[in-house]
């Protein structure tokens, strides 16, 4: 029976999606380091510092072995068979058709809104160089741009997020070295106060207790989201069985570095009492160090971060919209791919909901960008808790004989997936401790009511389509 069940659902899942296998494994590499490195690291720190001080570093160093967690076992999914809709696909695979209907539109909820939030983000940092540039014409403009990227090719794709990573990577890492150097030999303007001795003597490395150093969690979470974009690059990746593999088991080198070891750098050049909330802690310590134009090469860094981020988005939300229409769970004509095998029309449905995002900023300024990405988060630590159970479930599966062993298999056992899950939970009780961020949580009830809804009007007019059927005759529709 248990065999039967696995069949069917295998057979209904294609891994011949119709796409080019244009990622290489330079570019794989790149778009993992790019997911983990975005504005959540350059903005975000600055309020968590703030909140948290030196102890922030513990809770990047506790949420980034979770985040492994998650990875390892999104890497044992990804072997076993790699796909494109990968979140969705196991959801439907593991936990159901209702599972899989929920993931697929969630996770295409969650870029949509974080390109809504980055593409304004960069149209601000634009106004440090021209502030007589309309906000609403550079998002405009960077949103047109990044469209047009995407329409083109998936290795154009995979080529602008390698030069964005590029731009990020080389700021860290020129960050960290130019930090060592002032630390161990003195120079710059911050040479005679500079000490590792800012990490306990400023309050001690908890100033604000355990407590605050808890709360800081989300925002923490926030800037590790876009992590686990590697899965869905799978039906595009030119060897995925060897490429992400590797990209993932060198996102604990990632972490180390470019998270807890540029924190740990900038703690250690300024004292933690000197940064405020909504300035970037690279801005403040450069700017301490006394390196001509700071601001400038910094703001450039996280334009790039926010464009990289909207590219991302642009990205998966086009192949989630079109998992998700292959199934018979979306408009069916958002299936077919353009003759560079890139699905035109859903990646177009996508952008133009994006730049609605643009409007509605604004209109509505202010907190508009940390209610976004409060509900980003909260679709973000949904789509891991799926990656997660699956896992489980899978585990479960392989184990029992029914399915064939991961050739990737994640270390620890069942009960590091348990203490992943939990540690979410936890995450999800803190958010709603915070009143900025706790709009999600009114959020996202509405957006379960509507998918409820959604699938039950799917089950009486599509019946064949809520278990996948509807894939075979969407695809051919498609012309692959």
């Given at each position: 029976?248990?065999d039967?069940?696995?069949?069917?659902?295998?057979?209904?899942?294609?891994?011949?999606?119709?796409?080019?296998?244009?990622?290489?494994?330079?570019?794989?590499?790149?778009?993992?380091?790019?997911?983990?490195?975005?504005?959540?690291?350059?903005?975000?720190?600055?309020?968590?510092?703030?909140?948290?001080?030196?102890?922030?570093?513990?809770?990047?160093?506790v949420?980034?072995v979770?985040?492994?967690?998650?990875?390892?076992?999104?890497?044992?999914?990804?072997?076993?068979?790699?796909?494109?809709?990968?979140?969705?696909e196991?959801?439907?695979e593991?936990?159901?058709?209702?599972?899989?209907?929920?993931?697929?539109?969630?996770?295409?909820?969650?870029?949509?809104?974080?390109?809504?939030?980055?593409?304004?983000?960069?149209?601000?940092?634009?106004?440090?160089?021209?502030?007589?540039?309309?906000?609403?014409?550079?998002?405009?403009?960077f949103?047109?741009?990044?469209?047009?990227?995407?329409?083109?090719?998936?290795?154009?794709?995979?080529?602008?997020?390698?030069?964005?990573?590029?731009?990020?990577?080389?700021?860290?890492?020129?960050?960290?070295?130019?930090?060592?150097?002032?630390?161990?030999?003195?120079?710059?303007?911050?040479?005679?106060?500079?000490?590792?001795?800012?990490?306990?003597?400023?309050?001690?490395?908890?100033?604000?207790?355990?407590?605050?150093?808890?709360?800081?969690?989300?925002?923490?979470m926030?800037?590790?989201?876009?992590?686990?974009?590697?899965?869905?690059?799978?039906?595009?990746?030119?060897?995925?069985?060897?490429?992400?593999?590797?990209?993932?088991?060198?996102?604990?080198l990632?972490?180390?570095?470019?998270?807890?070891?540029?924190?740990?750098?900038?703690?250690?050049?300024?004292?933690?009492?000197?940064?405020?909330?909504?300035?970037?802690?690279?801005?403040?310590?450069?700017?301490?160090?006394?390196?001509?134009?700071?601001?400038?090469?910094?703001?450039?860094?996280?334009?790039?971060?926010?464009?990289?981020?909207?590219?991302?988005?642009?990205?998966?939300?086009?192949?989630?919209?079109?998992?998700?229409?292959?199934?018979?769970?979306?408009?069916?004509?958002?299936?077919?791919?353009?003759?560079?095998?890139?699905?035109?029309?859903?990646?177009?449905?996508s952008?133009?909901?994006?730049?609605?995002?643009v409007?509605?900023?604004?209109?509505?300024?202010?907190?508009?960008?940390?209610?976004?990405?409060?509900?980003?988060?909260?679709?973000?630590?949904?789509?891991?808790?799926?990656?997660?159970?699956?896992?489980?479930?899978?585990?479960?599966?392989?184990?029992?004989?029914?399915?064939?062993?991961?050739?990737?298999k994640?270390?620890?056992?069942?009960?590091?997936?348990?203490?992943?899950?939990?540690?979410?939970?936890?995450?999800?009780?803190?958010?709603?401790?915070?009143?900025?961020?706790?709009?999600?949580?009114?959020?996202?009830?509405?957006?379960?009511?509507?998918?409820?809804?959604?699938?039950?009007?799917?089950?009486?007019?599509?019946p064949?389509?809520?278990?996948?059927?509807?894939?075979?005759?969407?695809?051919?529709?498609?012309?692959?």
């Amino acid at each position: 029976m248990a065999d039967q069940m696995y069949d069917e659902v295998v057979e209904t899942t294609p891994d011949d999606e119709g796409y080019a296998r244009g990622l290489g494994s330079r570019q794989i590499q790149m778009i993992a380091i790019g997911g983990a490195i975005g504005t959540g690291l350059f903005l975000g720190a600055g309020t968590a510092i703030s909140k948290a001080g030196p102890s922030l570093i513990l809770s990047y160093a506790v949420a980034g072995v979770v985040i492994f967690a998650i990875m390892r076992a999104l890497g044992e999914l990804l072997t076993y068979r790699p796909v494109t809709g990968s979140f969705a696909e196991y959801a439907r695979e593991f936990l159901g058709p209702f599972a899989g209907f929920v993931t697929g539109w969630t996770y295409w909820l969650f870029w949509v809104v974080t390109g809504m939030a980055e593409t304004t983000a960069a149209a601000v940092y634009v106004k440090y160089w021209a502030p007589g540039i309309p906000q609403w014409l550079s998002a405009l403009v960077f949103l047109v741009i990044l469209y047009a990227a995407n329409l083109i090719s998936v290795k154009l794709f995979g080529e602008i997020e390698f030069w964005f990573s590029m731009v990020k990577v080389t700021a860290i890492l020129g960050m960290i070295l130019i930090g060592i150097g002032v630390l161990t030999l003195g120079f710059s303007k911050a040479g005679d106060t500079a000490s590792v001795t800012h990490l306990w003597q400023d309050g001690g490395f908890f100033p604000k207790g355990i407590g605050s150093t808890l709360m800081t969690l989300q925002i923490v979470m926030f800037a590790y989201l876009g992590v686990e974009l590697v899965g869905v690059t799978a039906g595009e990746s030119e060897n995925p069985a060897k490429t992400l593999p590797r990209a993932i088991n060198t996102l604990p080198l990632r972490i180390v570095l470019f998270y807890i070891g540029s924190l740990t750098i900038i703690l250690c050049l300024v004292p933690w009492t000197e940064f405020k909330p909504g300035v970037s802690p690279f801005v403040a310590a450069f700017g301490k160090i006394g390196i001509p134009a700071a601001a400038g090469i910094i703001n450039f860094v996280v334009l790039t971060a926010a464009l990289s981020s909207c590219n991302s988005g642009m990205y998966s939300t086009g192949r989630m919209l079109r998992d998700l229409a292959l199934r018979g769970q979306a408009p069916g004509s958002v299936t077919k791919l353009n003759r560079h095998q890139s699905p035109a029309l859903a990646i177009t449905v996508s952008a133009l909901l994006m730049g609605v995002g643009v409007l509605l900023n604004y209109v509505a300024p202010g907190k508009a960008f940390t209610y976004v990405t409060s509900v980003a988060t909260v679709c973000g630590i949904w789509t891991w808790a799926i990656i997660l159970i699956c896992q489980l479930r899978y585990r479960a599966a392989w184990r029992a004989g029914h399915l064939p062993a991961p050739t990737f298999k994640a270390p620890g056992g069942p009960w590091v997936s348990w203490a992943a899950l939990a540690f979410l939970g936890l995450v999800v009780v803190l958010i709603a401790f915070d009143p900025d961020n706790r709009i999600s949580l009114y959020v996202f009830p509405v957006w379960a009511v509507l998918l409820v809804i959604g699938f039950q009007v799917l089950k009486r007019r599509r019946p064949e389509a809520v278990h996948g059927v509807a894939h075979d005759h969407l695809r051919a529709k498609s012309g692959h």
